[in-house]
């Protein structure tokens, strides 16, 4: 199993590659392999918009 900071950082660089920090948005754009938003929320314990704010990154809500 990955590390918190491996998630985030692969979180971040996944987020940068599709523009959004929509959760809709990444589960549709996700790459082969990738899990989904739903899991990493699950596995940090955190919710969307916490767990984008841990990447670095700003939540904005569409």
């Known amino acids: ?4 900071q ?4 692969e979180l971040k660089t996944e987020l940068l590659r ?3 920090t929509n959760q809709r948005d990444y589960d549709l754009l996700k ?3 990738q899990v ?10 955190l919710s969307w ?11 904005f809500s569409t």
């Open 18 to 20: 599709i523009g959004s």
């Open 6 to 9: 491996e998630t985030l950082g």
């Open 1 to 4: 199993m990955k590390t918190r």
């Open 36 to 45: 989904y938003s739903t899991t990493i929320c699950r596995r940090l314990k």
């Open 49 to 59: 918009p916490e767990v984008v704010n841990q990447t670095g990154l700003k939540f």
């Open 31 to 33: 790459r082969k392999g």
